[in-house]
């Protein structure tokens, strides 16, 4: 059974950076695009970031473009989400999925908070 577990949330600071790791499990990893997904208070889930089965294609929310980056590493069965200059607006419990035309696993979350 596939697994992702995320980890690497907590608080910042505004200006802030904070690096998220999900480690993957059960499934084949190169098969699967892999992204993060955030789910913040009083508003809708939204993708943030996405990388492609070989790590050659990534694409950002234009929410966070210049400030998030997304990355794997297949033989580590590892996808990472760092994050830099975070604000409020960032807060959210960040969510790791993978995704391929049979299906989907989702992580269980990590929550990150941006306060002074």
């Known amino acids: 059974q596939g697994q992702l577990v995320e980890s690497g949330g907590g608080l910042v600071q505004p200006g802030g950076s904070v690096r998220l790791s999900c480690a993957a499990s059960g499934f084949i990893f190169n098969q699967f695009a892999m992204r993060w997904y955030r789910r913040a208070p009083g508003k809708e889930r939204e993708l943030v970031a996405s990388?492609?089965?070989?790590?050659?294609?990534?694409n950002y929310a234009d929410s966070v473009k210049g400030r998030f980056t997304i990355s794997r590493d297949n033989a580590d069965k590892m996808v990472y989400l760092q994050m830099n200059d975070l604000n409020s607006e960032d807060t959210a419990v960040y969510l790791c999925n993978a995704h391929n035309p049979w299906g989907d696993y989702w992580g269980h979350g990590t929550q990150v908070t941006v306060r002074s």
């Open positions: 990388i492609n089965e070989n790590g050659f294609r990534k």
